[in-house]
């Protein structure tokens, strides 16, 4: 069983461009998060998506940012019209609870690395 | 508001010791407590879970206690070993939510030999 799978690893963007995050759960999990971790902070809870829903974005800023979790395929971050403080490291994870519950451990993926130059 | 705090200076023990963490959360009442392994370039790798109804969990080297009173979580690695060095982070889960996690900022942990 493939655990989390992220793409790319390093994704370097000039200011103003696009940056697209993909993110493939574990099989069989349908409940999928994003976190993003700046340098030298902790890792910060972003959006919180099942299949076709977004459950919490409480986390997204408000701009730029948004996220999906289609019937098919991976769920994607997607940062539109980056800046330099938009680079971090952003990390997803998926888990296997019927309601996302919160006594389910959750699986990460090994992260993206987003450089904004 | 809400904060979790865990000790932001690197702890430097001597391999067979016991390492003890700390976690401390204010303005928060979470119904379950994590924690997580982090190696340099990974993402977090999920250790234990304990309810707040727990006093103790415990997992091979691994040892968490959960104190609602003090509002503190302490994690323990008995028997350390270098291979056990990395960053270690506590999360929170709130009774009402939606399972996401809201992190301290981890405490970073060197194991000499």
């Known amino acids: 069983n493939a655990g989390v799978m992220q793409n790319p690893r390093h994704l370097v963007r000039r200011r103003g461009q696009e940056a697209r995050l993909r993110c493939s759960p574990m099989?069989?999990?349908?409940?999928v998060y994003w976190y993003r971790q700046l340098p030298e902070e902790g890792l910060k809870f972003m959006v919180y998506?099942?299949?076709?829903?977004?459950?919490?974005e409480s986390g997204m800023p408000k701009e730029r940012f948004s996220a999906e979790f289609p019937k098919e395929g991976p769920s994607i971050l997607r940062i539109q019209q980056v800046v330099r403080g938009d680079s971090a490291a952003y990390f997803c994870?998926?888990?296997?609870?019927?309601?996302?519950?919160?006594?389910?451990?959750?699986?990460f993926g090994p992260g993206t690395r987003l450089t904004v130059t | 508001s809400q904060k979790i705090e865990q000790n932001s200076e690197a702890l430097n023990i001597q391999e067979g010791k016991t390492a003890t963490l700390t976690c401390n959360y204010t303005?928060?009442?979470?119904?379950?407590l994590q924690w997580y392994r982090q190696d340099p370039g990974r993402g977090p790798v999920f250790l234990l879970l304990?309810?707040?109804?727990?006093k103790e969990k415990r997992k091979e080297r691994l040892k968490v206690t959960f104190d609602t009173t003090l509002k503190q979580s302490l994690f323990h690695i008995t028997a350390s070993q270098p291979a056990d060095s990395a960053t270690y982070l506590c999360?929170?889960?709130?009774?009402?939510?939606?399972?996401?996690?809201?992190f301290g900022q981890g405490t970073t942990l060197q194991v000499k030999p």
């Open positions: 999360a929170l889960v709130g009774s009402s939510n939606t399972g996401k996690l809201i």
């Open positions: 304990i309810r707040e109804n727990e």
């Open positions: 994870a998926s888990s296997p609870g019927l309601a996302g519950g919160p006594d389910y451990e959750q699986y």
């Open positions: 998506l099942q299949k076709e829903n977004i459950i919490d």
């Open positions: 099989k069989g999990h349908s409940h």
């Open positions: 303005n928060y009442s979470p119904a379950y």
